[in-house]
């Protein structure tokens, strides 16, 4: 099956006829793919959906259950993503914890071409703080999840790809091998949350941001008092930060006019 093939019956939606705009996003894991849908004003309408990431995690394996889970969620006019890696302009550059047939895979034109929609995609962990970010200072997202997402803002804005994850941290072990899903399977909770501090107390005095929030699925085993401007955020803030991916003029990747096959 190609990559792009959609699942059968995407609603053909009326755009914004009654309810106003609504936004389908997804969030692409290691672990899980994650969909909702938002309405207008980033309020979410519809259940989370979530199925296991396949393995290979190739583009046509994500692509094909992508299709199957967003199908339940009913309509939608534009689609927001977060990706596990590097994204510019639509287009993915790395996916370290997916599979190397990522590398300049252009997933936003297979979504606009299999849904007839627009679509934007970003990094997953820049996906994350627009979900929970203020819009004041220099704000900055640590995600804690099967890799380490970081994400920083100046006054709301964000600067993307910036690749803390596989930076050396020390003892010949990049961030996201000190404190990635598997260092916690290896070491245990225990050990993890030591470091975690330990990389948050690195992080801090370098970026100095006004707040740092901690997000991504094993947020959650963090036992530690965290310095006062440190938050524990909800994971759902990687879909609903979705909405602000079209705060801004720049051009989507335009649904295409053709009809689908
Ligand atoms: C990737 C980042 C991503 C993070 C969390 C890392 O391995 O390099 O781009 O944000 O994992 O998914």
Redesign the pocket.
């Known amino acids: 099956m190609p990559a792009t093939t959609p699942a059968r019956a995407i609603p053909v939606s009326p755009a914004t006829a009654a309810g106003g705009t609504r936004t389908l996003a997804i969030d692409i894991?290691?672990t899980g793919l994650k969909a909702l849908v938002l309405g207008p004003d980033g309020a979410v309408l519809t259940d989370r959906a979530r199925v296991e990431t396949p393995r290979p995690a190739t583009p046509a394996n994500i692509l094909r259950d992508l299709w199957a889970l967003i199908e339940p969620l009913g309509e939608f006019d534009r689609i927001s993503v977060g990706f596990?890696?590097?994204v510019i302009e639509g287009v993915i550059k790395?996916a370290?914890?997916l599979h190397e047939d990522w590398e300049d895979f252009d997933l936003a034109r297979a979504l606009a071409e299999g849904s007839r929609r627009p679509v934007r995609v970003l990094?997953?962990?820049g996906v994350q703080g627009y979900g929970v970010v203020e819009g004041r200072g220099v704000e900055m997202v640590l995600?804690l999840?099967?890799?380490?997402?970081?994400a920083v803002y100046n006054d709301g804005k964000y600067v993307p790809?910036l690749?803390l994850?596989?930076h050396p941290f020390g003892n010949g072990k990049t961030y996201?091998q000190y404190v990635g899903k598997k260092a916690l399977e290896k070491i245990g909770k225990k050990k993890w949350n030591k470091r975690v501090r330990e990389v948050i107390a690195q992080v801090l005095p370098i970026w100095n941001p006004r707040k740092l929030y901690l997000g991504?699925g094993n947020a959650k085993h963090i036992k530690f008092a965290l310095p006062d401007n440190v938050t524990i955020t909800p994971n759902i803030a990687g879909l609903v930060g979705g909405i602000a991916l079209w705060r801004d003029a720049k051009p989507a990747v335009p649904a295409p006019v053709a009809p689908a096959p």
Do not use: K, Q, R, S
């Open positions: 894991g290691g596990p890696g590097v790395t370290p914890n990094n997953d962990a995600t999840g099967t890799g380490l997402g970081c790809n690749e994850a596989h996201e991504g």
